[in-house]
């Protein structure tokens, strides 16, 4: 492989230095007003790329590593090449070219593009069993399977790599200088996987970069486990920056979690399955209502801030729903061709209908109906109206002008009831193939990264690759167009939107054709007004 651009450390310190630096109790903290600026502004160290070219167009996005800036570090045999559970196992580790390609459609004359390093564990390790003391937090909102991402850290550092030293941060990121630690073993967590929420609790805001990286100097920590969103990723990135500035032989792993599946690059985030599964019961109950009254709608809201995966999948998977609003695809409610008129349309055929709309649909419309001035929760993100309930009286007025045309709305809003469950089958065995990615990467040496399935293959992602942007539903992609058919709702855009739309869409597939979607973008349906229509 020929190197292309392996960027030097941000911050150079000398080898010597670094040895004496590693686990030593801190001595100058930085100014926390610098670091808590640092926590919002774009990264002062921000990490360089480490870009490696091969042939035909190949190129790996490496992660970091603890010997790019401490070369010395010595190395150990992998124990797990003696534990019995693996003793069948004829290939018991990876390769270390092995690595994991984003696009996986290509055509025949396309280069091989961008490549992640592939997760699993290494032949050698960077820590010895006694010496590694972990630590693992949880951020940002809730979301099923974070208990199970807790359990499956702990019982894998210590039944693969047999480290007894586990700690979890209490309370998000805060925790790490306002809070004692809890000790975690594999009897503490043995049940959790059977519960909803993160038995550390999890929080917003609180970030101080500087406190947080004294804090893991000032316990010893020397790998560090943070489960979070797009948030908490940009926060474990400025983590990783300061921990490499002061040379710490530490490790900073991130493990992505949100329920709105928002995350760019991955497959899917997890508890994003057992959530459109959970939905189901919502949907379920709005129809048995709505089928059950005179013109009766049936209102569910689902979450999803930005992106409007809950909805789409969970109306895919229903088949009961007759009109999905997503915050990717605008609507209006007045007029032809707008959502009201469908409504009536609807009903007037079926008599009765179902409507699922993301929490982030339609927000630009409440605000102006509603003259409101934005406020932020306590990691700036912004709070968004009730949709659900904004709708819903929109319709009831729409029809209370109406002569004999009564309606019966029901509006049911699980949102958190849905957040809060445990996590199903699928979504445990998928945070157990994560949580030991991320401890064999710790393991390796690998720091500074996101772990996540790539096209099926789990893999090391560096942290500014999980940030820079988020996951959206493309509107001009395929599985929108399955929506479409499914609900045969109007897409309440003009023809001039959709190609507007399918122009930046297709700037975006070329530059990063991630998601897990099927690809190109589909073709504008002649028999409806600028819908993306199915092939
Ligand atoms: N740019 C940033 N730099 C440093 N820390 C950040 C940044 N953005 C968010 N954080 C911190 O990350 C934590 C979680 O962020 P946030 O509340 O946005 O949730 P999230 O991780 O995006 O999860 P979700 O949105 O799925 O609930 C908070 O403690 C917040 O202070
Ligand atoms: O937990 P909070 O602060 O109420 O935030 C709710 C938000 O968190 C999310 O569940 C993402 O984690 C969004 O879907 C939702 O908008
Ligand atoms: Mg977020």
Redesign the pocket.
Known sequence: MESVGVAPAPVAVAVAEQKMKLLEPRKEPLASSAAAAA??APCKWAMKKKLVGGDAGYVLEDVPHLTDYMPELPTYPNPLQDNPAYSVVKQYFVNTDDTVTQKIVVRKNSARGTHFRRAGPRQRVYFQPDEVNAAIVT???L?PGLNTVIRELVCGLYDMYGVTSVVGIEG???GFYSRNTVTLTPKSVNDIHKRGGTILGT?????D?AKIVDSLQDRGINQVYII????????A??IYEEVRRRGLKCAVVGVP????N?IAVIDKSFGFDTAVEEAQRAINAAHVEAESAENGIGVVKLMG?NSGFIAMYATLASRDVDCCLIPESPFYLEGKGGLLEFVERRLKDSGHMVIVVAEGAGQDLIAQSMNFVDTQ?????KLLLDVGLWLSQKIKDHFKKKTNFPITLKYIDPTYMIRAVRSNASDNVYCTLLAHSALHGAMAGYSGFTVAPVNGRHAYIPFYRITEKQNKVVITDRMWARVLCSTNQPCFLSHEDVENMKHDDDERHHLHNTQLLDGSPAKCSPNCNGSAGAE
């Open positions: 926590a919002k951020c940002g909102g979301c998000g990121y805060k929080s917003r805001g609180g970030h970069t979070g969103g797009d948030g908490t990723q940009q926060g990135s400025v979690k949100t329920i709105d928002d801030r929760d306590a990691s700036g993100n």
